[in-house]
């Protein structure tokens, strides 16, 4: 069976990365926004790495422009706003797409693994996915669900 770890993903810079660099942790990947009504989760999102990094989690961030253009056009600026306004140490990653044809093959995997609730496709920013220490994964949370209503799950992972 595949897992995340068979999968490649790209940093700010453009270096493609493999996500085995991520295995045996638990992982939370969500796909963000900048300039978003959801856009303050980056703060729940940074407490719970804060909480949960040194007993392995990650959470890898990963900005998309899909919806209502409402993400830096450099990906700087991106990453500089979240530092800035949420303190942000998590990774972010390049620009994504997370439907359609140009999908980024992680969020079609993400999305193959656990679809939602009226389609596989991904909704809106912030769509969160949980996923164990053997690259499976485990949970879906909508864009609206807050990050600490994610621990509970989170804590039977660490």
Known sequence: MQTIYDLNVKRTNGEEISLKEYEGKPLIIVNTASKCGLTPQFKGLQELYEKYHTQGLEILGFPCDQF??????????????????????????????????????????????????????????????????????????????????IEKDLEKLL
Request: glycine residues 6%.
């Open 68 to 149: 209502n253009n409402q993400e830096f056009d450099n990906i700087d600026e991106t990453t500089q706003f979240c530092q800035v306004n949420y303190g942000v140490s998590f990774p972010i990653f390049a620009k994504v797409d997370v439907n359609g044809t140009n999908a980024d093959p992680l969020f079609t995997f993400l999305k193959e693994q656990k679809r939602g609730i009226l389609s596989g496709n991904i909704k809106w920013n912030f769509t969160k996915f949980l996923v164990d220490r053997n690259g499976q994964v485990i949970e879906r949370y909508a864009p609206t669900t807050e990050p600490n209503k």
